[in-house]
């Protein structure tokens, strides 16, 4: 059975609809003329509820709704478990993130990796990915839903897959600061940005935010 690719493409910002391939991204950073860009850490652009009412899935098989994570800053990035060594490396990167707020985790900020491969990533695979690498994943949500709503995630992002019979998946390395309304604070470039540079950006978040009642 040949497998379908999926394009993840960018639009924002002004720069071309190009494939986001760890190639296109340096060019996209090149392109973006930010005092932070050589970090890659950028402002936000992007002015949509990124935390919509969709119903997505986590690892354990719960549903879970997007929109009821609002409250307290979310920090996304997107994933595929078959990917062979982009999404690994990010997700390490997201795991420092994890370990170095570690006594913040869960109660001040949330954690989400949404698989960009739907129709092959079902909870069974996500935990698998988990277990293989060791994440703690007491305040990470890994989620999986129905190709349609990955879509329209992805739209509210400004990222968009597109499928092709070529049998790869390709990755996103975008990383992104949510508020606590859904809207983005902050955008990254996973592929260059250290993971001091999120947690200190997410220490700032939540040094403006209210601590919630013990």
Same mark, same amino acid.
């Given at each position: 059975?040949?497998?379908?690719?999926?394009?993840? /493409? !960018?639009?924002?910002?002004?720069?071309?609809?190009?494939?986001?391939?760890?190639?296109?991204?340096?060019?996209?950073?090149?392109?973006?003329?930010? +005092?932070?860009?050589?970090?890659?850490?950028? /402002?936000?652009?992007?002015?949509?509820? +990124? !935390?919509?009412?969709?119903?997505?899935?986590?690892?354990?098989?719960?549903? $879970?709704?997007?929109?009821?994570?609002?409250?307290?800053? $979310?920090? $996304?990035?997107?994933?595929?478990?078959?990917?062979?060594?982009? +999404?690994?490396?990010?997700? #390490?990167?997201?795991?420092?993130?994890?370990?170095?707020? @570690?006594?913040?985790?869960?109660?001040?900020?949330?954690? &989400?990796?949404?698989?960009?491969?739907?129709?092959?990533?079902?909870?069974?695979?996500?935990?698998?990915?988990?277990?293989?690498?060791?994440?703690?994943?007491?305040?990470?949500?890994? &989620?999986?839903?129905? =190709?349609?709503?990955?879509?329209?995630? !992805?739209?509210?992002? #400004? %990222?968009?897959?597109?499928? *092709?019979?070529?049998?790869?998946?390709?990755?996103?390395?975008?990383?992104?600061? &949510?508020?606590?309304?859904?809207? /983005? %604070?902050?955008?990254? *470039?996973? @592929?260059? $940005?250290?993971?001091?540079?999120?947690?200190?950006?997410? #220490? /700032?978040? &939540? @040094?403006?935010? =209210?601590?919630?009642?013990?």
């Amino acid at each position: 059975m040949t497998t379908m690719t999926i394009r993840i /493409e !960018l639009r924002r910002r002004g720069w071309p609809t190009i494939a986001f391939r760890a190639s296109a991204l340096a060019f996209a950073v090149i392109a973006f003329s930010a +005092c932070r860009s050589k970090t890659g850490a950028y /402002e936000a652009f992007n002015q949509a509820d +990124c !935390l919509p009412a969709i119903a997505l899935i986590d690892q354990n098989g719960r549903h $879970v709704t997007l929109s009821s994570l609002k409250g307290k800053p $979310v920090v $996304v990035d997107f994933i595929y478990t078959s990917c062979p060594g982009p +999404c690994l490396l990010l997700t #390490q990167k997201m795991a420092r993130l994890a370990a170095g707020l @570690a006594s913040q985790a869960g109660s001040r900020f949330t954690m &989400l990796s949404i698989t960009v491969d739907p129709e092959h990533d079902g909870p069974t695979r996500l935990s698998g990915y988990i277990k293989a690498q060791g994440i703690d994943t007491k305040s990470w949500l890994f &989620l999986t839903g129905s =190709p349609v709503n990955i879509d329209r995630l !992805l739209t509210d992002f #400004q %990222l968009r897959r597109r499928r *092709d019979p070529d049998g790869s998946v390709e990755h996103i390395s975008g990383v992104f600061v &949510l508020g606590p309304d859904g809207h /983005e %604070l902050r955008e990254y *470039d996973g @592929a260059i $940005v250290k993971a001091s540079t999120i947690i200190s950006d997410l #220490q /700032e978040v &939540l @040094a403006g935010q =209210p601590h919630a009642a013990r």
